[in-house]
C-alpha cells in the first residue's frame, strides 16, 4: 500500500513550457485534491475532484488545468508555465465518508520555472 | 467565509517542556478541525481531528488539540516535547457541507535539547 505518490520529484522548466505532474492513489479514495504550497502562505487549493468525472477550482486555479483520469489517478497540467507557478506543489486524496474526512498527502513535487 | 488563523509564526520550547500551537477558526456551523505535520521535504502527514464529541482530542506521537467552541478554537498540545517534534505544524478547518480543506499559514516548532 503505496499511499499517495506523486512523479515527479523535481522540476525545472522554463517560461512557457507545459507539463504534467502525475497523481495517484491506492486507498479507493474518492475525493483528489492539488495544492501549492508557498513560503508563508500555507497550503492553498488549486483544484479538486469530489468524485470519479468531476472537477472543481479551488482558490488559485488560474494558469492549471486538471484531469480525473480514473478514480486513481488526478493529473494537473501547466500548459505555459510562468515563474509565479514556481512552488511546492502537493497531491492529497479523501474518503468522505462519516468521520474518516482527513486527508492523505503525496510527497511533493518541488517546481522551479525561470 | 471559512478560514483558520495561526497567530505564531515559530514556537520554540525546550526539550521536555509542554508545548502549544495555537489555532483559531471562522466556520458557518459546526466545523471539523484537522492538525497536520509537515517534516522537511516531506508531505503532510496526519495528526488528529475533531469532528463530533469530546473537545479533548487524542492524536498521533503524545499530541492531544483542545476545541474551545466559544473561543473558537483549536490549540495543539503535547505535555512533554521532543526534539523529534521540531516541524511545521499545520491546523485547517473544513465546514460540513463542503469537501474542501482551509489551511493555516503553519506553524514552525523549535525543540531545543
Known amino acids: 500500500n503505496a499511499g499517495v505518490t506523486q512523479t515527479p520529484k523535481f522540476q525545472v522548466l522554463k517560461t512557457g513550457q507545459s507539463m504534467t505532474l502525475q497523481c495517484a492513489q491506492d486507498?479507493?479514495?474518492?475525493?483528489m485534491y492539488w495544492y501549492r504550497q508557498d513560503p508563508g502562505m500555507g497550503l492553498r487549493l488549486i483544484y479538486y475532484?469530489?468524485?470519479?468525472?468531476?472537477?472543481d477550482k479551488g482558490e488559485v486555479p488560474n494558469g492549471y488545468n486538471v484531469s480525473r483520469l480514473n478514480k486513481r489517478e488526478f493529473s494537473l497540467r501547466l500548459e505555459s508555465a510562468a515563474p509565479s507557478q514556481t512552488s511546492v506543489y502537493f497531491c492529497?486524496?479523501?474518503?468522505?465518508?462519516?468521520?474518516?474526512?482527513?486527508?492523505?498527502f503525496g510527497p511533493g513535487t518541488r517546481l522551479t520555472v525561470t | 467565509a471559512q478560514s483558520v488563523a495561526q497567530p505564531e509564526d515559530q514556537v520554540n520550547v525546550a526539550e521536555g517542556n509542554p508545548l502549544t500551537v495555537k489555532c483559531t477558526y471562522s466556520v458557518s456551523g459546526n466545523p471539523y478541525l484537522f492538525w497536520y505535520v509537515q517534516y522537511p521535504n516531506r508531505g503532510l502527514q496526519f495528526l488528529l481531528k475533531?469532528?463530533?464529541?469530546?473537545?479533548l482530542v487524542k492524536g498521533s506521537y503524545g499530541f492531544e488539540a483542545e476545541f474551545n467552541k466559544s473561543q473558537t478554537s483549536f490549540h495543539l498540545k503535547k505535555p512533554s516535547a521532543l526534539v523529534s517534534d521540531s516541524a511545521l505544524y499545520f491546523c485547517?478547518?473544513?465546514?460540513?457541507?463542503?469537501?474542501?480543506?482551509?489551511f493555516g499559514t503553519g506553524t514552525r516548532l523549535q525543540v531545543f535539547p
Open positions: 486507498m479507493n479514495h474518492n475525493s
Open positions: 475532484s469530489a468524485s470519479e468525472g468531476t472537477t
Open positions: 475533531y469532528i463530533t464529541g469530546d473537545n
Open positions: 485547517a478547518v473544513r465546514a460540513l457541507d463542503t469537501d474542501k480543506l482551509i
Open positions: 492529497a486524496s479523501s474518503v468522505i465518508q462519516g468521520a474518516r474526512a482527513e486527508q492523505y
